[in-house]
């Protein structure tokens, strides 16, 4: 299994910037994908950016350009620098990582972008 647990949500103003990190233990050699994704209120949870199999990474075509997803492997801990943030990035960030088929999810944190 793997346990994932996310810090670094908040409030930010429109054009702030925010970096999201994720810290995971278990069974982290055999995991094929890890990133991010988000659920904004009342919409479905969508793939932000992710790491895929083979080290190439994935992002969603709204956040293209502005997010980055990058990763420490020494400390088992994937980040996601959002910058030229939007009312529309708003919503709760969940970590993911696929394992032998099954996706985990962290609890998830709240970025929240308002003026």
């Known amino acids: 299994q793997v346990q994932l647990v996310e810090s670094g949500g908040g409030l930010v103003q429109p054009g702030g910037s925010l970096r999201l990190s994720c810290a995971a233990s278990g069974i982290i050699g055999a995991v094929s994908h890890m990133g991010w994704y988000r659920q904004p209120p009342g919409k479905e949870r969508e793939l932000v950016a992710e790491f895929t199999s083979g080290g190439r990474t994935n992002y969603a075509d709204s956040v293209k350009g502005r997010f980055i997803v990058s990763r420490d492997n020494a400390k088992n801990t994937v980040y996601l620098q959002m910058n030229s943030l939007k009312s529309e990035d708003t919503a709760v960030y969940y970590c993911?990582?696929?394992?032998?088929?099954?996706?985990?999810w962290g609890q998830g944190t709240q970025v929240t972008v308002s003026s």
């Open positions: 993911n990582a696929l394992l032998f088929a099954v996706n985990y």
